[in-house]
């Protein structure tokens, strides 16, 4: 049966890869009738490995999905590196070997064939099943779509040094996106998809302005990678761990029947020693106007982009957090989708234990057909779906034409004061929360950070703090929603760090921490830098509380200076929304959202006198 089906797909398979990459992919199929009822338990194994000139069925592989047909292929990077990068094909089974469809591809390091980030204890080789959920959910194959998973180099079956999406990355992207679009069986039209890092690679392709390119899903990616490693200067618990987490997927060792040409290309990493020295040092520079990291911040990149782009965020969410979002979104010009609410690391589609979506929002795959379907096909969707479905922090959803919509916008002006940058008792905290030597640190499992330590979760006094000071607003009137990207700017005297922190005040001093982030403060002078991404609506009588201090939050590895900190000016600047104006869509409260809230409240004593306004001005 293979023989006779591998000769449908001879003619364009081997004339594309040759002309590609110079060689065959892969090694040769065994000839037809050489097997028989004796044959071994290997050799029974060995023709279930497919090839490009060979498909392998769900029937003769149950790793490969139920209704396709699965090829390897391998071709070169786009930068004349000589790197090498392999593919996995999953195309209807059903079709003619010639038939042209769209592609939908995912590009990333998480499809070795022995498992996504660390072995996996699969028995036989076959294509990754990261995606398994989105082939089946979506009726991938009924639909007609092919669907191409590509090692990243250094990853699964390709060569070369990874390299945390950067130029080598990047260049990897293109070449994967132009291979897809090339093959005699694509109409020349792609689509991404991707969580996480393979969400990331979505929005690095979209700055690459790819003309084949035709529509990216892009789910709680990193929008500017300098973010997932340091903040403002302060490195993040994971700085050093995240570098050998990779370093250690990339050396994941490939499975016994895994082709000659697949074991070759996986023993890259390891064969060539600078890859790991470049990885770990490379990601360190904390400066991130250094040419390392500005080659790798897409937030700027994204200028006059025009990819349609559909993404998710977490706001709360405390691995890929949804800094500089808002800059992305701004500079992209293309269309815009989006699912953002309170929800942690999780997939559009994925539920918990209790059945509960996790987003609490149904429809994500339907959602996501209608929109490749628009723009890969040129169908016009038969459902009218919202450009953005938001949850805010009370798990109401809305639907909006863009985010953020605001009503108003203001600056307001924040005490002045004094802290001391001692770390209170964050060291001991982000040590134990660091991941082990020996495992590492991976974007798409990583474990929570963040969240109030124990010193924090009991009552606190907000009149004397030593290493922290407040300023409050005054009750707002009705309910109002900060949304955007709130920002902040000091004037400071003295070196050391700073962690700025938003918190929502209730009438009997209940407070949850909603948004956070941290700068070092090199020297005396002015410091601007943005916060999270948010979405979090006041009720009526909440105050918003404002606490400056030091770090001591086990999310960052700030080194304290010891010395005191003085605060002469400083000023926050905020986007609000009125909620009265919601279009309601449909959706649940996220599982989530109370997870986070009862790890972020505590109470507060003593709160201080209201020196500025939390409201919608009746003009804005």
């Known amino acids: 049966m293979r023989g006779r089906r591998a000769a449908a797909w001879a003619a364009s398979a081997v004339i594309t890869t040759f002309a590609l990459t110079g060689t065959l992919a892969g090694s040769a199929a065994a000839a037809p009738g050489t097997t028989s009822g004796s044959a071994t338990a290997a050799q029974d194994r060995s023709e279930a490995v497919a090839t490009a000139t060979d498909p392998v069925t769900?029937?003769?592989?149950?790793?490969?999905?139920?209704?396709?047909?699965?090829?390897?292929?391998?071709?070169?990077?786009?930068?004349?590196?000589?790197?090498?990068?392999?593919?996995?094909?999953?195309?209807?089974?059903?079709?003619?070997?010639?038939?042209?469809?769209p592609v939908i591809l995912s590009v990333g390091p998480y499809f070795s064939h022995a498992g996504e980030t660390s072995p996996a204890g699969w028995d036989r080789v076959g294509p990754s099943a990261r995606f398994q959920d989105f082939i089946d959910g979506a009726r991938l194959m009924k639909r007609g779509y092919t669907f191409v998973m590509v090692d990243l180099r250094g990853f699964g079956g390709s060569t070369g040094c990874l390299d945390f999406l950067g130029p080598g990355e990047q260049a990897d992207i293109k070449a994967a996106v132009e291979w897809a679009a090339s093959q005699p069986w694509s109409t020349g039209k792609v689509g991404m998809y991707g969580k996480s890092y393979d969400a990331n690679t979505g929005l690095a392709a979209n700055?690459?302005?790819?003309?084949?390119?035709?529509?990216?899903?892009?789910?709680?990616?990193?929008?500017?990678?300098?973010?997932?490693?340091?903040?403002?200067?302060?490195?993040r618990s994971n700085v050093t761990s995240t570098p050998r987490g990779y370093y250690s997927i990339a050396t994941m060792a490939p499975l016994a029947d895994d082709g000659d040409h697949y074991k070759a290309n996986a023993g890259y990493?390891?064969?060539?020693?600078?890859?790991?020295?470049?990885?770990?040092?490379?990601?360190?520079?904390?400066?991130?106007?250094?040419p390392f990291w500005r080659a790798r911040d897409f937030a700027s990149r994204a200028a006059g982009s025009q990819t349609p782009l559909f993404v998710t965020s977490g706001f709360i969410e405390d691995n890929t957090k949804p800094e500089e979002m808002q800059k992305y979104l701004a500079n992209h010009q293309g269309p815009q989708r989006g699912w953002i609410g309170q929800w942690e690391h999780v997939r559009g589609n994925e539920t918990n234990a209790r059945g509960q979506l996790k987003m609490g929002r149904a429809g994500w795959f339907d959602e996501v057909m209608r929109f490749y379907d628009q723009y890969l096909r040129g169908i016009e969707p038969s459902v009218t779906d919202p450009a953005f479905s938001l949850e805010d922090s009370?798990?109401?959803?809305?639907?909006?034409?863009?985010?953020?919509?605001?009503?108003?916008?203001?600056?307001?002006?924040?005490?002045?004061?004094?802290?001391?940058?001692?770390?209170?008792?964050?060291?001991?905290?982000?040590?134990?929360?660091?991941?082990?030597?020996?495992?590492?640190?991976?974007?798409?499992y990583a474990p929570e950070v963040g969240s109030l330590t124990t010193d924090q979760t009991s009552a606190i006094s907000a009149a004397t703090p030593a290493n922290s000071y407040w300023t409050w607003s005054t009750p707002a009137a009705e309910q109002v929603r900060i949304t955007g990207s709130p920002e902040i700017t000091l004037k400071t005297r003295g070196q050391g760090n700073v962690w700025v922190r938003l918190w929502d005040v209730a009438p009997d001093g209940k407070a949850t921490m909603f948004n956070e982030n941290v700068a070092l403060l090199e020297s005396s002078g002015?410091?601007?830098?943005?916060?999270?991404?948010?979405?979090?609506?006041?009720?009526?009588?909440?105050?918003?509380?404002?606490?400056?201090?030091?770090?001591?939050?086990?999310?960052?590895?700030?080194?304290?200076?010891?010395?005191?900190?003085?605060?002469?000016?400083?000023?926050?600047?905020?986007?609000?929304?009125?909620?009265?104006f919601d279009s309601p869509t449909q959706g649940d409260r996220s599982p989530y959202l109370d997870t986070y809230v009862r790890a972020n409240t505590t109470t507060l004593t003593n709160v201080g006198t209201p020196t500025f306004p939390l409201s919608v001005s009746k003009n804005g």
């Not at 990678?225 to 200067?233: I, K, M, T």
């Not at 990493?269 to 250094?290: A, F, Y």
């Not at 982000?430 to 082990?436: E, H, I, K, N």
């Open 58 to 101: 769900h029937e003769e592989n149950d790793r490969v999905p139920e209704g396709s047909l699965w090829t390897q292929h391998y071709f070169p990077s786009s930068d004349g590196s000589g790197v090498e990068l392999h593919a996995d094909v999953l195309r209807p089974a059903d079709l003619p070997a010639d038939a042209k469809t």
């Open 394 to 444: 009370l798990g109401h959803w809305r639907a909006q034409s863009t985010w953020p919509v605001t009503n108003d916008a203001y600056k307001v002006r924040l005490a002045p004061g004094q802290y001391v940058d001692d770390g209170g008792k964050a060291q001991q905290a982000a040590l134990s929360m660091t991941a082990p030597e020996s495992q590492g640190w991976d974007i798409e």
């Open 526 to 580: 002015e410091t601007s830098f943005a916060l999270k991404a948010t979405d979090w609506t006041f009720e009526q009588g909440h105050q918003l509380g404002v606490q400056i201090g030091t770090i001591t939050s086990n999310g960052w590895r700030s080194v304290p200076s010891g010395e005191v900190i003085t605060v002469s000016d400083a000023r926050l600047a905020l986007e609000v929304q009125d909620p009265r």
């Open 269 to 290: 990493e390891k064969n060539h020693p600078e890859c790991e020295s470049d990885n770990l040092t490379n990601t360190q520079s904390p400066d991130p106007k250094s």
């Open 207 to 235: 700055t690459l302005k790819l003309k084949p390119l035709r529509a990216i899903v892009s789910q709680e990616p990193t929008w500017n990678r300098y973010n997932y490693l340091y903040s403002n200067g302060v490195p």
